[in-house]
DNA sequence: TATTATTTTTAGACAAGTCTAAAAATATAT
DNA sequence: ATATATTTTTAGACTTGTCTAAAAATAATA
């Protein structure tokens, strides 16, 4: 068995691995498990003694194919409990975050193949985020965000780049969460705000770092 | 905040504690959280630090006020996840144990509530036991157990005393689980085993073993 | 009551995960 | 290419919770 700290760990490398980094820094794991990176040195060499993840002193981490399973499975937990939360017990999306974060160490396949029935098989996360299947395979949806719309083209909120609790409150204080038709009316040039109406009811002035992380997709 | 350990040592104790003993034993607790004497010393010398408990060399340990809250938490907690595992997710009453060991611990009166809510206020885990209210009263029903059925009298299952894999298992299997009908057949003498007719249906020979461990209550 | 048995506590050690401070390796800049 | 800056690792220490072995206190028994 694998402590809490040790899942964390996996999460977060999972998280900062991607196509373009061959081999996740030390420094890049500190930052994202806000610790220093003496104790990620400490934690690496451990996981690499169990075959969690492969390194190279100096040269970074990778995760190895068990590792990666079980990161990908505590994302899994994570955001089927989230969409539990948000479903069943009425929690807005700012608020689960935490309580998905301790859930999310409860691994038990067959408790999360449950839940996941229960729920009736969700794809997407309150945040729109994909929710890997029982086989861990994760579908993302293409990444287009409300500011790469143009004045009068229309699309609907599929999902958010930034997940801080003041972003999701704001949004959410603008009618901007998941499922809400949005209509381009303007966008400056000078700083891209751009001006939208939500639901075909409420206008509202959005700024380009609020634009830039909203997912999107195209209607017609 | 207080770490699994320190909630599992609060919950050992509040269920060692009862109006006949004065003071808990740092044996008893040793075998309920299956470790040893000398560890549950230091703990207790921590809790006590943290005013949790009171405790004098020698002399046993009781909860405190704060310390018996924490503790009642806990169980409702653990009682609720339970029932929601049973009703929800179809977990058999033998499986839910030990994921509500877990989920316990996820300390907030909000998700408490929350979910309290959501399962319809239940009264009782699916063994039977009682669920504490939000203001941590606890509310026992009363004692009888099959044992103390005599021939031709009736009852229905409202509970367990013993919380066994092996004896649930056993129950589920002639139909002893929580609301079935029990009509006593026969009672022998000898070693006290019993006959009786479970829903009007099934008959099953009892043992006094499993007869005095499931809680009854009388119907005429 | 004196002696034995049991329970409880102390003392010291260990593993996990963390930290600081310093050393080693790598990357950057002159 | 050499000096400087940054990143990463090591060494040693601290905390939490555990353990064993021995000492101290309490309980049981003759």
Do not use: C
Request: no cysteine; glycine share 4%; net charge neutral.
């Amino acid at each position: 068995m694998n402590s809490f700290t040790e899942e964390n760990y996996l999460k977060a490398i999972f998280k900062l691995s991607s196509p373009k980094v061959d081999g996740v820094s030390t420094n890049a794991i500190a930052e994202e498990i806000q610790t220093k990176a003496s104790s990620v040195t400490d934690m690496i060499k451990k996981l690499s003694d169990k075959k969690l993840v492969k390194y190279k002193k100096y040269q970074g981490v990778h995760l190895t194919k068990k590792g990666k399973e079980i990161a990908v499975s505590i994302i899994r937990n994570h955001r089927l409990w989230e969409v539990f939360l948000v479903e069943k017990l009425a929690f807005k999306w700012d608020e689960v975050h935490d309580f998905a974060e301790e859930l999310e160490h409860i691994r038990s396949k067959e408790l999360t193949n449950r839940l996941d029935a229960f729920l009736e098989f969700p794809k997407h996360d309150p945040h729109g985020d994909p929710i890997p299947d029982k086989d861990g395979n994760i579908y993302n949806h293409k990444d287009i965000t409300l500011s790469d719309l143009k004045s009068a083209e229309k699309g609907i909120v599929v999902g958010v780049k930034e997940h801080s609790k003041s972003y999701l409150n704001y949004l959410e204080s603008v009618n901007l969460v998941l499922g809400a038709e949005i209509k381009v009316n303007d966008v400056i040039d000078f700083d891209h705000s751009m001006s939208i109406t939500v639901n075909k009811k409420k206008t509202a002035n959005i700024s380009h770092q609020v634009s830039k992380n909203l997912l999107i997709k195209k209607t017609d």
